[in-house]
């Protein structure tokens, strides 16, 4: 059995969404998935999304996750880093 993918939610996308599902959100990916399919699963509107993180490191909107990848979402409200700004949206 593959391990399951965390998501976890933040600021106003775990109080808009959190209360759909159980937190972090568990998914099993029976294969790698593009992060706009995850976001469309969890009926998460790509322009509410500021940043992604997968293991710890921000990721580009079009990456592909992993089963067993830990998934950030960050919402439009959070500020961006510097290092950070090729990666927003």
Do not use: C
Request: glycine share 4%; hydrophobic share 45%; net charge neutral.
């Amino acid at each position: 059995m593959e391990p399951l993918t965390q998501i976890h939610l933040f600021g106003s996308l775990q109080k808009s969404f959190g209360v759909l599902y159980d937190l972090p959100v568990q998914l099993a990916l029976e294969a790698p998935t593009p992060l706009p399919e995850i976001l469309k699963r969890l009926k998460i509107p790509p322009e509410m999304v500021q940043l992604v993180i997968v293991n710890h490191r921000a990721v580009a909107r079009d990456s592909t996750i992993n089963s067993g990848d830990r998934v950030s979402v960050f919402p439009k409200e959070f500020p961006i880093f510097p290092d950070w700004k090729d990666l927003r949206s």
